[in-house]
């Protein structure tokens, strides 16, 4: 059986394996390390030799000696993929594809029908979740998208997963130059006019179960067309979602109370002045030295004076500097607070869902 680093896990990197190198939180570059190659980046250069002695999941330093730089080897996933992927279109991000995955319970074994592959995104989501007993039929009308996405289904594993085919599906439908029966339950259209795809569907879908499909479209008129022709069709229970994924940070800030800074301010304040009372003591007495006097008694006796002001306790110091405070450390005042981070990187569509019972069989 074929290893496919999208359905099998190995904590080892070998040679030529796919790692996916994760250099910041908005960059993943996909490599192979072969020996004595090198990957280079602004943040240095890394030595493949190095990232084969590792284990997926390390951090790897630069062995430039100038830079100090770091990457992450990771391990593939569809949803790491989908972020260091070759673009060749608009993407399914993973916020959209889990949820459609959900909701068209794909899940291992399911068999699936896909148009359009597009950067075949999606399709490696699906491989994933539907693994060695499903099936994923994807058909992609580009040539040279098709070519590529076909490429990189074998070079991943997945040819006995995926089905890549290279039709127009609204003209010719899906079984046309498939070459296989298909009878998916589950049916994905990410293409500019699903409405003229639709009807091609009736021939490919299970016919013993229900057919859950899910169309992913950018703009409303698209959902208007799409809907006439699911209900044309008698797909049920027709419903339109939109994902607005967004990240919320949630903390706990600590209550800074006025009196709190008022006291802090005070000390600074005393602080100060008992610095200027022992810079003005000190040259007093050098001066008195050199007369051959006595000291200013007052000038004295103001330096002793705030030497005997005991300063605020400094492991306490909610406004500057003091002892390190961790966040809901016990004895302080805290109160919870959300912030919302910007969108993540999603192209947002909607979703129209609708299912399709089996026909009705015949009675006896
Ligand atoms: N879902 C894909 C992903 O996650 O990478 C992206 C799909 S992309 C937005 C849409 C693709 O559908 C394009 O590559 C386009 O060439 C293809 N397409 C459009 N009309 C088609 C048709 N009638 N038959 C097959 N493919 C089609």
Redesign the pocket.
């Known amino acids: 059986q074929e290893r496919s680093p999208f359905l099998d896990f190995s904590t080892s990197i070998q040679d030529n394996d796919l790692v996916l190198a994760w250099l910041t939180r908005d960059n993943t570059k996909p490599i192979r390390p072969t020996a004595n190659g090198a990957f280079h980046t602004r943040f240095g250069s890394f030595q493949h030799n190095h990232i084969l002695a590792s284990k997926y999941g390390s951090q790897i330093p630069s062995s430039s000696a100038t830079q100090t730089g770091y990457i992450h080897v990771l391990h593939p996933s569809p949803e790491l993929w989908s972020l260091s992927l070759p673009h060749r279109?608009?993407?399914?991000y993973t916020p959209d594809a889990s949820y459609i995955a959900q909701r068209l319970r794909i899940r291992p074994g399911t068999k699936v029908i896909e148009?359009?592959?597009?950067?075949?995104?999606?399709t490696h989501a699906l491989a994933r979740t539907v693994g060695r007993k499903g099936r994923v039929w994807t058909?992609?009308?580009?040539e040279p998208?098709y070519q590529m996405a076909a490429q990189e289904i074998a070079e991943h594993g997945l040819s006995s997963v995926v089905k890549p085919t290279h039709?127009?599906?609204?003209?010719n439908g899906f079984a046309h130059s498939c070459g296989e029966t298909l009878d998916a339950s589950a049916v994905f259209l990410?293409?500019?006019a699903p409405w003229e795809?639709i009807p091609h569907l009736k021939t490919v879908v299970a016919k013993s179960k229900i057919t859950r499909i899910c169309c992913f479209s950018p703009c409303m008129e698209q959902v208007h067309r799409t809907i006439e022709a699911l209900q044309k069709d008698q797909w049920l229970d027709i419903e339109m979602v939109e994902v607005s994924c967004k990240r919320w940070e949630a903390h706990k800030e600590m209550v800074r109370k006025p009196e709190d800074a008022i006291e802090r301010l005070r000390d600074i304040k005393r602080k100060r002045t008992a610095g200027l009372n022992k810079r003005n003591a000190r040259v007093e007495a050098e001066r008195a030295a050199a007369a051959g006097r006595e000291p200013d008694a007052e000038v004295t006796a103001a330096a002793a004076g705030s030497e005997s002001v005991a300063p605020l306790p400094t492991d306490y110091n909610p406004w500057g500097k003091g002892k390190r405070i961790h966040e809901g450390d016990e004895g302080y005042e805290w109160k919870n607070v959300s912030k919302v981070e910007a969108e993540l990187k999603t192209h947002t569509s909607y979703l129209t869902f609708a299912y399709l019972p089996p026909p009705m069989q015949d009675a006896e």
């Open positions: 279109t608009q993407i399914v148009a359009g592959t597009g950067s075949a995104s999606f058909f992609e009308f580009h998208r039709g127009d599906v609204c003209k990410d293409l500019p795809a």
